[in-house]
């Protein structure tokens, strides 16, 4: 299964992920929403920015995924703070993930840069942070 991750720009997640530091994803809603048990070992993720531009300039294969159980407002920011260090939110990422009733936690390896190329959205109606395509070719822009 392929899926399309929107990063954080301005938290230089893509960066992060490029040069190494970073090799965990986080998703977090009050509610089990997407990734939320969507997310397999050997799926593959392909990245976006959030800065409008609209190319999908990465990718990754999912080595590992934990998905919580319902925490309690204190466990979730503790989760995220024993994760940090593969994480590597900015404190505005920490806030906005911290504290949320549901985690998924999803690590990557094999991250490549790939030639940029832009995703046809037109078939999902509710624009989210994550995309479940099944296979990336079926949305090729232009295709």
């Known amino acids: 299964m392929d899926h399309v991750v929107y990063l954080d720009y301005k938290a230089k997640e893509l960066f992060n992920l490029k040069s190494g530091q970073k090799s965990m994803i986080i998703r977090g ?4 929403k997407l990734p939320y048990g969507k997310v397999n070992i050997g799926d593959v ?18 080595s590992d995924v934990f998905n919580s159980d319902q925490l ?16 590597m939110l ?3 990422l920490v806030n906005r993930f911290g504290g ?5 936690l999803i690590s990557v390896i094999d991250f ?3 030639e940029n190329f ?13 995309l479940p395509v099944e296979n990336i070719n079926d949305i090729l822009f232009g295709s």
């Open 29 to 32: 809603a009050m509610g089990r």
């Open 100 to 104: 949320k009733r549901y985690l998924v």
């Open 118 to 130: 832009k995703i046809d959205k037109s078939n999902f109606g509710n624009m989210d942070d994550w």
């Open 90 to 92: 900015d404190k505005g």
């Open 45 to 62: 993720l392909y990245f976006i920015e959030n800065k409008g531009d609209g190319l999908v300039k990465a990718k990754a294969i999912v």
């Open 72 to 87: 309690a407002k204190d466990d979730s920011m503790k989760l995220v703070e024993a994760n940090q260090t593969k994480l």
């Open 112 to 114: 490549k840069e790939i």
